[in-house]
């Protein structure tokens, strides 16, 4: 009998060993949500941050273009899964464990004393892709106004389930080349500088739960392009930054906290990932038949970034 009931004792402790484990602290909330989303949340930024141009020349006054653009983002390896044991008061055997783009079985982490299982993940997200529709209109001093906007609509994208995305962007290009005295017009090359910034909303499920991502993305480019016939070949270098934030509980009315299969994180919750700065370069061909404009272009950084576009336009 007491053989038994020792044995009963043991099992007992293993299940409450991998039940629901909340947790409480906002700090370490955060660095555990951050490890496990920013590698999408990173990723919505590079891609937003791209399609902004296809030359470096700006409109002449009041000429205009509306630019349709198709961005795809390949997702290395590296962001697909984390180290639990980098984060602190968490541990595991394991140094691996899948974020919300990677596959695999879950790790089994320990949170100050109590153990839980991360959900096991069968979908592989290998890239992401983000359509726009970009505009343009010249103003005074070889000046550029930039604007973009994505509609809100609905999707439904494997494990990320159903949700809803929509984006707005402002930007500018400027020629510099103008104030460069006496040789500046006769180069036969054009040199401008770019900055943009974009602000995209998305709401997802993650495990069945409805929650937010939003970031904010700005770039700020220097581009240099020339012309030869129908083809324009452009390259830029530059600097991206972007900010994540992720909320829930809004939408989540079937339960009092957010979970992870057995991590629970207590509603409602806003939190701001740490940014996201990098450098970053591109490279780029456009064709032109009369006003039209087919271009491609592809950003190398830390989440490289493949572009392409069909343009309707006066120059």
């Not at 937010?212 to 480019?221: E, L, R």
């Not at 083809?231 to 994540?244: D, E, I, K």
Request: net charge neutral; glycine share 8%.
């Amino acid at each position: 009998m007491k053989r038994i009931f020792c044995l009963i004792l043991l099992l007992s402790i293993n299940i409450i060993s991998y039940s629901q484990v909340q947790v409480n602290d906002v700090n370490d909330a955060r660095a555990f949500l951050q490890e496990y989303l920013s590698p999408l949340g990173n990723g919505l930024g590079a891609i937003t941050n791209n399609g902004w141009y296809n030359t470096a020349k700006p409109h002449r006054f009041l000429g205009f273009d509306a630019n349709f653009t198709l961005s795809l983002l390949n997702i290395n390896d590296e962001n697909k899964n984390f180290d639990p044991n980098s984060i602190p008061n968490f541990s595991s055997q394991s140094n691996s464990t899948p974020t919300i783009l990677g596959r695999g079985d879950g790790a089994v982490v320990n949170y100050k004393g109590n153990e839980f299982k991360l959900p096991d993940q069968t979908t592989l997200i290998s890239a992401l892709a983000l359509p726009n529709f970009n505009f343009g209109l010249g103003i005074f001093k070889k000046t550029e106004l930039n604007g973009r906007f994505i509609p809100n609509y609905k999707y439904n994208i494997g494990f990320f389930g159903k949700g809803e995305i929509s984006m707005w962007g402002v930007g500018f290009k400027h020629d510099i080349l103008q104030w460069i005295p006496i040789i500046g017009n006769a180069i036969p090359m054009s040199l401008s500088l770019q900055a943009g910034h974009t602000q995209l909303n998305s709401e997802l499920s993650i495990l069945n739960q409805d929650v937010n991502i939003d970031v904010q993305a700005s770039n700020f480019n220097l581009i240099l392009s020339r012309k030869i016939l129908m083809l324009t070949g452009y390259t830029s270098v530059g600097y991206n930054f972007s900010t994540t934030t992720f909320r829930a509980g809004e939408n989540i009315t079937d339960s009092d906290s957010f979970n992870l299969n057995e991590l629970e994180i207590g509603l409602p919750i806003e939190m701001k990932f740490e940014n996201n700065n990098e450098f970053r370069a591109n490279i780029g061909l456009r064709f032109n038949i009369a006003v039209i404009a087919i271009h491609a272009n592809h950003t190398f950084s830390k989440y490289p970034v493949t572009t392409l576009g069909l343009a309707v336009g006066l120059r």
